[in-house]
């Protein structure tokens, strides 16, 4: 059964940082693309970056240049660097490979 399970989320101010982890279990993470995607209340799930197999990267124009997606094979794991965060990015972060999403972790940007 793979899973994945986010971690890291939580209070941070405006203009702080904060980094999420997304830890994959099973074969399925390094065969795999990895998405981030956010969903704010009463809003829908939007993608906000990715990274491939090979390590490119992309992300949405409203982040670009805040936040960083990473991935560490060997610890199955991929990161969300969030710099310099908003309060427009509070929402609950998934992560997603292939047709597996994990839980969510909420983060919120607050003074």
């Known amino acids: 059964q793979v899973q994945l399970v986010e971690s890291g989320g939580g209070l941070v101010q405006p203009g702080g940082s904060l980094r999420l982890s997304c830890v994959a279990s099973?074969?399925?993470?390094?065969?795999?693309?990895i998405y981030w995607y956010r969903q704010a209340p009463q809003e829908q799930r939007d993608m906000v970056t990715w990274?491939?197999?090979?390590?490119?990267?992309g992300s949405v124009d409203s982040v670009k240049g805040r936040f960083t997606i990473s991935r560490d094979n060997a610890k199955n794991t991929v990161y969300l660097q969030m710099d310099s965060p908003k309060p427009e990015d509070t929402a609950v972060y998934y992560c997603?490979?292939?047709?597996?999403w994990g839980q969510g972790t909420q983060v919120t940007v607050s003074s």
């Open positions: 990274i491939t197999v090979g390590g490119s990267t």
């Open positions: 099973g074969t399925i993470f390094r065969s795999s693309n």
């Open positions: 997603r490979a292939g047709n597996v």
